[in-house]
């Protein structure tokens, strides 16, 4: 897995393995040029296509330099926009400066004509994670500038003007794309610098996960393969209790579609038998809408230990807290607690110390607000998200772009998969589903959560292929058997 480590960690990073490997911080640098290069050459191969490099003072502007080199190597057109002098520049900029081919156009800042470079692939390497203070004079002019243009822009590592760790301050440049090397930089995945940062891709320099891991940072970023060796694997003498039996208690009144979408998405994932608490008329209607569910009537609460997992709270509507106090306290496995149920926690926090430890929490922003408080910004949020998991020895899953997963033990992880297409009604009540199938099917807490916010956020890519913004939460179901073949687990 891919830690994430703060931005003033990277230098120390970045020589500490140059070393252990007796390379020097050049070759680094060209590595990192060289698989920015190759992402490049996938989304822009038309080499008439013009490119604008506009390169800082730092080893970001240093990328920009090998950046130039190599792609004029490969046939574009070439310019770069300096800033500053050699000699005030980076020692590594100064090599890659010297070994600039004629054919590039250079350009001293500010004698340039931007109408030249509207037309261009604008590429930004301004600067990345040394930035120390906001933008003023000259950057903040041609940051201006450029984010006027309207021709494709592109950040190396991170889109200047952000730090790499904290929110932005003033202006930064508005990139389509963003290249990050390695790992992502925290501040990627924050909500606030979405605009900024467009598609997020993580550029390998071959800097091993065990050799970041040494590093200690408490952030990870999830990916395939990741997942992929979490998967528990079933053979043909597996039967449907081997899969898990599981109970869902929600849908009551009108919302009994919640309950449905969490069912019908436990099923897809794989769950052997789905039990369903619902009451009066919502029996019926589960039972149309996923004939494979057992609907159960309220003596089923009596029962709670013969199941392996519960997920709570899909369309629960407003309950007695007495309803969660006596499911907590009659059964000590943990569970997936969603949507009403927050709500109810949010009103009684008398209940946190109860939920079962190792339990799954599944808030989206405005519950995990309900729940603790207003945040003034992601990263207080996501401080706050591990301290509520910490202290009350849960997993809390704060759903969104880059969904992140909270842990007992302090760890942060973050989700790769996923797209805007999924901010839809019932989405979260999928993910419930997911994550309760996983945990009833013998995942550990940890694993069911990261498993179900991987595999939902891929469904929702695949399904959103066809549907794009007409996707709804159903589709998202129904594309979780592709989700399971695309990672080949059987
Ligand atoms: N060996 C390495 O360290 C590697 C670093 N890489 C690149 O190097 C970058 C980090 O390089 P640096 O640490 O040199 O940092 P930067 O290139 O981000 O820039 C730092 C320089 O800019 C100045 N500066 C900071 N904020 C400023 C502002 N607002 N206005 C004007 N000047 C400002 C600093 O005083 C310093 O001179 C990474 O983001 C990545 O792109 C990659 O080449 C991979 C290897
Ligand atoms: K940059």
Same mark, same amino acid.
């Given at each position: ?35 920015? &290069?190759?992402?490049? !050459?996938?989304?822009? *191969? =038309? ?5 604008? $490099?506009? +390169? #800082? ?84 002019? &041609?940051?201006?500038? !450029?984010?006027?243009? *309207? =021709? ?5 590592? $991170?889109? +200047? #003007? ?102 019908? +998405? ?225």
């Amino acid at each position: 897995m891919l830690s994430i480590l703060p931005g003033k960690k990277i230098a120390e990073l970045d020589k500490s393995y140059a070393r252990e490997v007796g390379i020097s911080s050049w070759e680094l640098m060209e590595r990192a040029a060289e698989s920015f &290069v190759s992402w490049f !050459l996938k989304g822009f *191969s =038309g080499v008439q296509e013009k490119v604008f $490099i506009f +390169s #800082g003072p730092g080893n970001n502007g240093g990328d920009g330099l090998a950046i130039a080199r190599l792609l004029s190597e490969k046939g574009f057109a070439v310019s770069v926009v300096l800033f500053s002098s050699k000699e005030n520049s980076s020692v590594d900029w100064q090599v890659n400066f010297d070994k600039l081919p004629e054919g590039i156009s250079r350009y001293q800042y500010p004698e340039i004509d931007f109408e030249l470079a509207s037309s261009a692939i604008i590429i930004d390497a301004l600067f990345g994670v040394g930035i120390n203070r906001a933008l003023g004079g000259e950057y903040l002019e &041609v940051v201006n500038t !450029l984010n006027q243009l *309207s =021709g494709k822009k592109i950040s190396i590592d $991170i889109p +200047s #003007g952000l730090p790499s760790d904290s929110l932005v301050e003033g202006v930064a440049f508005l990139a389509d794309m963003t290249v990050s090397f390695q790992f992502p930089k925290l501040s990627l995945l924050i909500p606030e610098h979405s605009k900024y940062v467009g598609d997020l891709h993580i550029a390998d320099i071959g800097i091993p996960d065990s050799f970041l891991d040494q590093f200690g940072s408490n952030k990870s970023f999830v990916q395939a393969s990741d997942i992929q060796k979490m998967h528990k694997r079933f053979d043909n003498f597996s039967h449907k209790g081997d899969f898990g039996r599981i109970l869902l208690i929600g849908g009551r009144g009108g919302k009994v579609g919640a309950i449905i979408l969490s069912t019908c +998405s436990a099923m897809r994932t794989g769950s052997g038998l789905v039990h369903v608490w619902a009451e009066g008329a919502s029996k019926d209607v589960i039972h149309i809408s996923c004939c494979e569910a057992m609907v159960e009537g309220e003596k089923i609460l009596d029962e709670l230990d013969k199941f392996d997992a519960l997920g709570i709270g899909p369309g629960l509507g407003e309950v007695p807290q007495d309803l969660l106090r006596n499911i907590f306290q009659s059964t000590g496995k943990p569970m997936v607690l969603d949507a009403d149920a927050l709500n109810v926690l949010s009103k009684h926090p008398e209940l946190w110390d109860l939920i079962p430890k190792g339990s799954i929490l599944t808030p989206h922003l405005k519950e995990f607000e309900r729940l603790t408080g207003k945040s003034s910004h992601h990263f207080e949020r996501l401080d706050k998200a591990s301290e509520y998991a910490v202290q009350h020895k849960v997993y809390l899953v704060l759903k969104g772009a880059f969904t992140s997963i909270s842990t007992p033990d302090g760890k942060q992880y973050f989700n790769s998969t996923g797209n805007k297409h999924m901010a839809t009604a019932g989405s979260g009540d999928v993910l419930t589903g997911m994550i309760t199938s996983f945990l009833g099917q013998g995942y550990d807490p940890l694993n069911a959560s990261l498993c179900g916010v991987f595999h939902h956020g891929l469904a929702g890519e695949i399904a959103s292929k066809t549907k794009a913004r007409g996707m709804i939460a159903t589709d998202i179901i129904e594309s979780i058997p592709s989700s399971f073949l695309e990672m080949q687990i059987d």
